[in-house]
């Protein structure tokens, strides 16, 4: 069992960075493959990045690559996202994933543990 909390939201101007921050729970967390998803209301939830349990391999939705980094500290049992040169349409709920699968995974059903999630605002 991995338990993900998310951390970092706001409130930032276009143009702007934030980093959110995704700290699990469990000793098996540096087996698992960790990914971020947004979601906007009426929206179904999306991909945004992932990262595989050794940090070998990352991958990003197009929407975000070049502007978003996602990396992991396995010994904090964290995971991060760093968003830079923010976009009023990257507003979302900003969602947390750990999947048993350990390699990069885009699909929502492959990830087994979910967050609450985290407000991004981005202001025009």
């Known amino acids: 069992q991995v338990r993900v909390v998310e951390s970092g939201g706001g409130l930032v101007q276009a143009g702007g960075s934030l980093r959110l921050s995704c700290a699990a729970s469990g000793r098996t967390f540096s087996s698992y493959a960790m990914g971020w998803f947004r979601q906007t209301p009426g929206k179904e939830r999306d991909f945004v990045a992932a990262i595989s349990w050794r940090a070998g391999s990352t991958y990003y939705a197009d929407s975000v690559k070049g502007r978003f980094t996602i990396s992991r500290d396995n010994a904090k049992n964290t995971v991060y996202l760093q968003m830079n040169s923010l976009k009023p349409e990257d507003t979302a709920v900003y969602y947390c994933?750990?999947?048993?699968?350990?390699?990069?995974?885009?699909?929502?059903?492959?990830?087994?543990?979910w967050g609450q999630g985290t407000q991004v605002t981005v202001s025009s």
């Open positions: 994933a750990a999947s048993r699968k350990g390699a990069v995974i885009t699909g929502r059903d492959s990830y087994d543990y």
